[in-house]
């Protein structure tokens, strides 16, 4: 089964003073991995809760296809939800734990079983079912919780920050396992997490938000390529993107960004996408794989190496240019040392420009 689309309409929820989420409208397609991505306090789980119908909105409504799921109990809304904490009954065994949904909804026995064997033997926890939970890991444990909504076959699973209890390696193995569970159930899940690597790894479609509202949604692709202000492009990648202060200057033959030791001949305004209006302060936003080391010439700059960050496939070169900070990517084996000076050569087409003053992307 593909699963369900959803589809949030201007959904507002107010605690006292708090607005927790603001006007927010998604479109979740049937299927999809989607994910919520802010940092903490941004309305993330609330957005969940409300999906799940654990909680109500103030205002705007929820559907599920066709129907409007807005006042629809939870139990009835064919969800199925991952807490952070995964919240198994600690008195039960695995087994049980697995069963449980399917016990409320009292199907037959057989079916039982077979349902919590096929669900344990995809998570490969088989060994595990008379266990209890205070006798598993963290990651069989999470296994266990994810199982238990798994096996009620949702047509939604909604996933709140499921491995943040566990090391950066589970982690990373949990994130491989979900993505090859969600290809093979095909599920639509919604996915909630703080960590825009996770966000970036695993997701079809990415929610960014901030203060409870949406501030860019598409793809992987779409939002680290074209981050529609500067809060998008700084959190989204690993290193940040650089950002240089400046302002522009236009020419008969073009749009040239200046900026202390920095002159960048972007080319026709056309050519570059430069929207219309006056921008008399401006960000050129550099992400490290499109900054290398070379010589003049094209798009580039000379500046000083600051601090070098090997990471073994490639090294990350911190670079001070006109009291800004620039990181390029190189090769690991490239003989740079701190304090020397070189030529930072930039992509041609990658300079992300960003009004100032409202932070926003003025380039295509
Ligand atoms: N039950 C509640 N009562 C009062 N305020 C709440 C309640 N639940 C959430 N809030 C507030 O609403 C805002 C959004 O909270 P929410 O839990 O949705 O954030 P989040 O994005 O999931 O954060 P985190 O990453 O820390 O889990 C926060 O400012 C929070 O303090
Ligand atoms: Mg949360």
């Known amino acids: 089964m593909a699963g369900m689309s959803l589809r949030l309409e201007s959904i507002y929820r107010r605690y006292g003073k708090v607005m927790a989420v603001n006007d927010l409208s998604l479109e979740l397609p049937a299927g999809k991995f989607i994910t919520l991505l802010g940092p903490s306090g941004c309305g993330k789980t609330t957005t969940l809760n409300l999906i799940a119908g654990l909680d109500q909105a103030d205002g705007g409504s929820i559907h599920m296809g066709e129907r409007d799921i807005t006042r629809v109990p939870p139990n009835e ?9 995964y919240a ?17 909804q009292r199907r037959p026995k057989p079916e039982i079983q077979s349902r919590v ?8 926890i088989e060994h595990l079912l008379d266990r209890r939970p205070g006798q598993l890991s963290g990651g069989q444990q999470q296994r266990v919780a994810l199982g238990r909504a798994m ?20 982690r990373a193995r949990m994130r491989t396992e979900v993505k090859h569970l969600h290809q093979t159930l095909g599920t639509t899940s919604v996915f909630v997490t703080h960590d825009q690597e996770e966000a970036m790894t695993l997701s079809d479609l990415i929610a960014v938000m901030r203060d409870g509202k949406l501030v860019q949604y598409g793809t992987q692709h779409e939002v680290y390529g074209k981050p529609r202000d500067m809060y998008v492009a700084t959190f989204l990648g690993k290193p940040r993107m650089s950002l240089i202060e400046g302002s522009l200057e236009r020419h008969a033959a073009g749009v040239v960004f200046t900026a202390p030791d920095v002159r960048l001949e972007l080319g026709t305004a056309e050519s570059i996408g430069l929207r219309d209006g ?7 936003g550099l992400r490290a794989e499109d900054v290398s080391l070379g010589a003049p010439g094209g798009l580039s700059f000379d500046a000083q ?36 000076r070189v030529t930072a050569v930039i992509k041609p087409g990658r300079v992300h420009l960003f009004d100032l003053d409202s932070t926003e992307r003025i380039v295509r």
Not at 117 to 124: Q, V
């Open 117 to 124: 064997r096929h669900t344990a033997e995809l998570l490969a």
């Open 305 to 340: 190496v600051a601090l070098l960050e090997p990471i073994g496939s490639d090294t990350f070169v911190e670079l001070e240019v006109g009291g800004a900070t620039v990181v390029a990517r190189v090769p690991p084996e490239d003989p740079v040392a701190v304090g020397d």
């Open 151 to 170: 096996v009620k076959k949702p047509a939604v699973f909604l996933l709140d920050e499921p491995f943040s209890n566990l090391d950066a390696a589970l």
């Open 77 to 85: 809304r064919g969800m199925a939800i991952v807490f952070q904490n």
């Open 88 to 104: 198994l009954y600690p008195h039960m065994s695995v087994f049980d734990n697995i069963a449980f949904g399917l016990r409320l």
């Open 278 to 284: 006056e921008w008399p302060r401006v960000a050129a």
